[in-house]
């Protein structure tokens, strides 16, 4: 090809600065007034190009483009050859010399000339074939390359949106259809996935039935609208082998403009937007965002600070407690112990802020030991005042989805000194995400080992009842949302007398909590419930503090 000097030196000049900071991807420049190109030679050898120099080198390359992608990649080629547009960034399946199609992530910018017009079109492609985090099934990259892509887009420091998407219930799936049909539906989702996102970001496959998004191009307006778009496919379904099949999907997403974060802080801030999506199980998007009256930037640095905390020998945590009053007597019965965090950047920070937050982190059950030894530690001084003391620890599913939890508990027991009788566990409603069978078998042990066992929370969901059917609980506690105003509220008195009366046929005690006032007390009473805990008697305070005022 008889290329003039003066054309070929800014075209090789241009290639030669992106491919310094390209390394390890196919580097290519336009020259878009003569549509004339330069590609890296590793390029032309992969996928068998006429040459380093080509013309109309758009039009060549989308021939080697799977016949599904060529739609949306001539589009956006065509967008920025007219000056429509300034940037270019998407996945597509290219064939490769031996025939084979491999993904690729395509990347590339408008460069204009003194005049403001467009001069160059320049960029790289990634061929992830070639790469080591790459998933089999579907020719994304993984969970690793999610991360990896993760930290890149925050050393940017370049607002960017990621999100988290899933199939519900895709068990049932594989349990109707078999596993190689359930792997199919995972093909077909993450190509569906991927049209809807295609230049508009980058997918990946994680575990499971679940995909990831890193898009520098959308808003999260758009990035919702692109999903609404997903979501009615699939609801409207496809058909694989014969089999009509329609899914529910979730996706958890965040806007990310601070970047004094890492990776794995984003990845826990997308699996609880995710998490809380799933549970709505009607397929909407769920955005993290900081809380009322907070900066998005705070609130990542507040949850980065406290995870890095966990890793520091959980450094800033602390436990308060609230005590726990016997009905009839109003004498101590035991004490709540309740997570703190504490620094002199953030001041003292409640659960509900970050506990939401950890629970979806790996580093969890690391927080969750610390609690158990601590409250184990502070108890022990207790019981040698109080001998029938019993100290009150929340779990968290996570912990109990833990392979060898019921063994790490008995394990601090011995290790602190601290008696089985006077430990009781409490769990959620939550908990009827777990298996069944693994959580009566945990339960069934550390019971035998003096455990007790307290249902926290009941009432507020849509399984208590059932599980008071599956599992045995010592105590069930009824949540303040049904005593708060009791005294005067004959309907908030008719579900009290209903609950504590459903409590007490399982053979479980009956604590209630939110007692603020003597007025509720006095009403509460009235059901022949065992136990009570309220600000009427404290709020939780200080180990300390405790000790010196209530044992």
């Not at 420091?157 to 199919?184: M, R, V």
């Not at 609801?235 to 794995?264: A, L, P, Q």
């Not at 009150?392 to 833990?402: A, F, G, K, T």
């Amino acid at each position: 090809m008889n290329i003039p000097d003066k054309l070929k030196r800014t075209l090789d000049e241009i290639f030669e600065a992106f491919s310094i900071v390209c390394e390890g991807t196919y580097v290519y420049v336009n020259d878009m007034s003569v549509d004339l190109s330069r590609w890296s030679r590793t390029a032309v050898d992969a996928f068998d190009l006429p040459g380093e120099y080509m013309t109309n080198a758009g039009g060549i390359w989308e021939e080697h483009i799977h016949p599904e992608d060529r739609e949306a990649y001539h589009k956006s080629i065509d967008e920025i050859m007219r000056g429509a547009a300034g940037s270019h960034d998407m996945q597509y399946r290219a064939r490769n010399r031996q025939g084979n199609y491999v993904m690729c992530t395509c990347r590339g910018v408008v460069i204009h000339d003194a005049e403001g017009k467009p001069a160059y079109f320049a960029g790289s492609i990634r061929n992830h074939g070639l790469e080591g985090d790459i998933d089999v099934m579907t020719g994304l990259r993984d969970q690793k390359g999610f991360l990896e892509d993760l930290e890149e887009s925050l050393s940017e420091q370049k607002p960017f949106f990621a999100a988290i998407l899933g199939i519900n219930g895709f068990s049932e799936i594989n349990t109707l259809y078999g596993y190689d049909f359930g792997n199919l539906v995972i093909q077909k989702t993450a190509r569906l996935y991927l049209t809807q996102t295609l230049n508009g970001g980058r997918v990946y496959r994680l575990d499971g039935a679940r995909f990831g998004l890193i898009s520098k191009n959308f808003t999260p307006e758009q990035a919702e609208d692109a999903f609404s778009r997903f979501r009615d496919r699939t609801r409207k379904g496809f058909t694989i082998d014969g089999i009509h099949i329609s899914f529910v999907v979730s996706e958890g997403g965040i806007y990310v403009d601070s970047y004094e974060v890492n990776s794995h802080t984003i990845l826990a801030c997308l699996e609880s937007a995710y998490r809380r999506s799933g549970r709505n199980m009607l397929g909407d998007v769920t955005i993290f965002s900081a809380r009322a009256g907070q900066k998005q930037a705070e609130a990542l640095a507040l949850l980065s600070d406290i995870r890095e905390s966990v890793f520091q020998k959980c450094r800033g945590f602390l436990l308060y407690y609230q005590p726990i009053m016997n009905a009839e007597s109003q004498t101590l019965r035991g004490a709540e112990a309740l997570i703190r965090y504490r620094d002199d950047r953030h001041g003292l920070v409640f659960p509900d802020t970050f506990i939401p937050f950890l629970e979806n982190d790996s580093i969890f059950p690391e927080l969750g030991s610390w609690i158990l030894r601590r409250a184990m530690e502070d108890g022990a001084r207790f019981v040698q005042k109080v001998p029938d003391f019993i100290m009150n620890v929340n779990l968290s599913y996570v912990q109990l989805e833990q392979a060898g939890f019921a063994e790490e508990v008995k394990r601090l027991l011995d290790e602190t000194g601290f008696p089985a009788r006077n430990l009781c566990l409490e769990i959620t409603e939550r908990c009827r995400f777990l298996d069944l069978q693994l959580l009566k078998s945990i339960m069934n042990d550390l019971r035998q080992y003096g455990v007790k066992f307290a249902l926290d929370d009941f009432g507020t969901g849509f399984s208590s009842a059932s599980l008071l059917n599956d599992l045995s609980f010592d105590t069930i506690k009824i949540d303040r949302a049904f005593v708060t105003g009791i005294a005067v509220d004959t309907k908030k008195q008719d579900a009290l007398s209903h609950l504590a009366g459903l409590a007490r046929t399982f053979g479980s005690d009956v604590c209630v909590e939110g007692i603020e006032d003597e007025a509720t007390r006095e009403a509460v009473n009235r059901y022949h419930v065992t136990s009570l805990q309220g600000y009427l008697y404290s709020k939780p305070v200080s180990a300390e503090v405790f000790e010196r005022d209530w044992v």
